[in-house]
C-alpha cells in the first residue's frame, strides 16, 4: 500500500487523484475522539440545512436533496477544516514552500499560544515531524498538535483555536497540519513514537512526565537542525 501511494505521490499524472481523496476522508480516520466528532457534526449541521433547503425552497426529490445537500456540506467542511496547502505542497507537491516561512509560522503559533489570557483548556502544545529531524525541504509541513484538557468547554476552546490557525496558515499559504489530541497518548502515538518534540507550549510544566528522555527542543534548535540558524547563534 506504501509503495502504491508513493507511486501515486511522484506520478503527475496522478496527483489530482490526491485531491478527491483528500476532499472524501478529510482525515476522519487519523483524528482523534474530539476533531473526529467535530468534523462529523459540522457535516450533519450543514447537511441538515441544506437538505431542508433543497427539499422546500427549490423544490427538489428527497434523494436529489440529501445528495446535493451533503456534497456542499461536506465541501464547505474541507474548505473550512482542511489546510489546502498541506495538500498542494506536501502530498500533491505542486507547489513548493520554504524553510523561512514554515519556522516563521511556527513563531507565529507560538506567539499567539503565549498571548492567550485562559489557558486552562490546554495541557501543551508540540511540534513533530521532519522539522525535529531536520529533513525539512521545499515539500514539507509543519506538524502541530494541541494537547487539551477535558471537558466540553476545553473541547470549545481547542476547536476554535485549531480553525483559526489553520486560515491563518491558509492565507500566507503556508502547509500546516493541526491536530486536537484529547491525550498525551494520542499525541505519541501520532508521532510515531518521537522523542524530541519542538515545545511551543508547556505552561503546566508537565511535558518531561510524558517525553520522559527530556529530548525536547526550542524552534531556534530545529532551525539549527535544519540549517537555517547557525548553532553559534543559541
Known amino acids: ?33 474530539t476533531e473526529k466528532a467535530y468534523k462529523i457534526l459540522f457535516t450533519v449541521f450543514f447537511w441538515v440545512i441544506f437538505f431542508l433547503i433543497f427539499l422546500y425552497i427549490i423544490n427538489t426529490s428527497i434523494i436529489t436533496s440529501l445528495i446535493f445537500a451533503f456534497i456542499i456540506a461536506h465541501t464547505l467542511n474541507w474548505f473550512v477544516n482542511n489546510n489546502l496547502y498541506v495538500l498542494l505542497v506536501h502530498r500533491m507537491r505542486w507547489l513548493k514552500t520554504t524553510k523561512f516561512e514554515l519556522f516563521n509560522q511556527l513563531e507565529d503559533i507560538q506567539n499567539r499560544l503565549e498571548l492567550i489570557n485562559n489557558k486552562d483548556w490546554i495541557q501543551f502544545c508540540v511540534s513533530h515531524g521532519g522539522i525535529c529531524k531536520g529533513t525539512l525541504n521545499k515539500h514539507s509541513d509543519i506538524d502541530v498538535s494541541i494537547i487539551r484538557k477535558p471537558g466540553l468547554k476545553n473541547m470549545f476552546y481547542a476547536v476554535i483555536f485549531y480553525i483559526k490557525e489553520k486560515k491563518y496558515a491558509d492565507l500566507k499559504g503556508v502547509p500546516l497540519d493541526i491536530f486536537i489530541c484529547d491525550t498525551p497518548k494520542n499525541c505519541i502515538d501520532r508521532s510515531k ?36 540558524m547557525p548553532s553559534t547563534n543559541l
Open 1 to 33: 500500500m506504501e509503495k502504491f501511494r508513493k507511486y501515486i505521490l511522484n506520478n503527475k499524472y496522478f496527483t489530482w487523484l490526491q485531491l478527491f481523496s483528500n476532499w472524501l476522508m478529510q482525515g476522519i480516520f487519523h483524528a482523534d475522539k
Open 193 to 228: 513514537g518521537q522523542k524530541n518534540p519542538i515545545v511551543l507550549l508547556d505552561h503546566n510544566n508537565v511535558l518531561d512526565h510524558f517525553y520522559p528522555d527530556k529530548l525536547k527542543i526550542s524552534i531556534n534548535e530545529a532551525k539549527v537542525l535544519n540549517g537555517e
